[in-house]
């Protein structure tokens, strides 16, 4: 059985070899090896993974939930198509279960960096449809995964959905949004609250249905903040019936760190991607602004989820190639709904009722000062860099050994040096770290453009 992967294989080997610094050569013989171990062993702990998806659906009024066709798929991952495209039917409960077998995702000790699998789902009965999206958690390695389905739809029923869960950045509080329904027998929506997606939930809160706009502030609330916060919401109808819950819905959520003064920022986590719905949004984009103004108007990074629905993209994190004079910065995350959404009464709309058509995360704010590589016990090192010739000069306080990198860490330059000044070319834009290990530890940073 062949079971190597160049794609895993090649990606890996690159990515370790260049962090720690060795030459191409050397990559190819190990390259080498690799296959050739691979192509005589299994190489593999795992031929395949066992996927064991389970989950129910009902339909409205109907004792017997039998003959539901449930469609489960995947999204791609990472560009990878696990081919899952599963047809079973529901039992008299309307409970169904699927199993399928993947492709192993690692090899030789190299695994994918993944944390989850998306994938699809759709219901169909007669004339009754409805679909749910879900990621399913995976750590690698792996020889199978058993997963319950969070969602449980109910075909027929008029049950109410969020739209989005916005940032009011003016009072830093999330916004809950959803569109009512027409029918006059509902008096109020209630707003309910945990702080885990598969928690109990609690109310918060409620909106009359004629109210003017479908909107609850949370003021209780800490967006950016631990643990997250998941909210749902329920109709509450005349004679005291209640409708069922709708899916959980959270906010998006950026944090940004920064190391070796490099702004690290991230919008998905591997906890947090559990949760994402990648049928809400069509795209999010990162922005930036660098005064108290709080203008954000550079793009940092953009994620297009409106087509190949990847959107484990999202986990990679943005590095941002800030100049040497910024003192602080702050970002956010602007995303486009796939579909507007309408707060509003029929009889007009009002300032708070939309449409909705984009959604805001909260506001994460990356603080550089000056002596921030003192904390970590480093001195600071002058550095000047002649971008236009490529040629970089660093004045060098003692005599030590000088090592350069760049933001992912491959080595560019390890030379022991005398006091006085030293220069070396780079031709390549970008950021590098350049540290001086001596009586005392230098370390400085390069924004070559």
């Not at 370790?16 to 390259?31: A, D, E, R, T």
């Not at 389905?149 to 916004?175: E, F, H, R, W, Y």
């Not at 990356?366 to 040629?391: C, F, Q, R, W, Y």
């Amino acid at each position: 059985m062949l079971l190597y992967k160049p794609a895993i294989a090649n990606v890996a080997i690159n990515e370790y070899l260049y962090s720690k610094g060795k030459c191409k050569n050397m990559k190819k013989i190990v390259h080498i090896l690799l296959v050739t171990f691979l192509l005589v062993t299994s190489g593999s702990a795992f031929a395949t993974i066992k996927l064991a998806i389970s989950g129910k659906v009902t339909m409205k009024d109907s004792t017997d939930n039998s003959g539901i066709t449930v469609v489960i798929q995947n999204y791609t991952v990472a560009g990878i198509d696990f081919g899952i495209d599963e047809e079973v039917v529901t039992n008299s409960a309307g409970e169904y279960t699927a199993t399928v077998e993947i492709g192993d995702l690692c090899e030789w000790g190299i695994c994918l960096q993944i944390s989850a699998i998306p994938i699809s789902v759709t219901f169909e009965k007669g004339t009754l449809l409805d679909s749910i999206n879900e990621n399913i958690p995976i750590t690698l390695p792996t020889a199978e995964v058993n997963y319950t389905m969070l969602k449980s739809p109910i075909l027929g029923a008029k049950t109410p959905q969020i739209c989005v869960v916005d940032v009011d950045t003016s009072i830093n509080a999330n916004k809950i949004v959803w569109e009512r329904d027409s029918d006059s027998t509902i008096v109020e929506y209630r707003i309910l609250k945990s702080y885990t997606l598969a928690g109990s939930y609690v109310k918060i809160g409620s909106v009359s249905q004629h109210a003017e706009s479908s909107v609850f502030r949370d003021s209780s609330s800490h967006p950016g903040g631990t643990p997250k916060e998941y909210y749902k919401i329920v109709a509450v109808y005349k004679n005291g019936d209640l409708s069922a819950e709708s899916y959980a819905k959270t906010s998006l959520n950026i944090t940004v760190s920064v190391e070796e003064l490099i702004p690290s920022i991230k919008l998905i986590d591997n906890e947090a991607i559990i949760s994402f719905d990648h049928s809400m949004y069509s795209k999010i984009v990162v922005k930036k602004a660098l005064s108290e103004a709080r203008i954000f108007s550079d793009t940092v990074k953009a994620y297009d989820l409106s087509g190949t629905y990847d959107s484990y993209s999202l986990l990679e994190d943005a590095k941002d190639e800030l100049d040497s004079t910024d003192k602080e910065a702050y970002y956010l995350a602007v995303a486009d709904l796939k579909h507007q959404c309408y707060a509003g009464l029929p009889s007009g709309l009002k300032s708070d009722s939309g449409p909705y058509s984009q959604s805001l995360s909260n506001m994460a704010e990356a603080e550089l000062v000056p002596d921030a590589l003192n904390s970590t016990g480093k001195n600071s090192l002058k550095i000047n860099a002649v971008v236009s010739k490529h040629n970089i000069t660093v004045d060098i306080p003692e005599r030590g050994f000088l090592n350069v990198t760049d933001i992912t860490g491959r080595q560019v330059l390890s030379e022991n040096v005398k006091e006085g000044v030293f220069s070396f070319k780079y031709s390549q834009a970008g950021i590098l770290i350049v540290q001086l290990l001596a009586s005392q530890n230098y370390q400085g940073k390069i924004i070559v453009k």
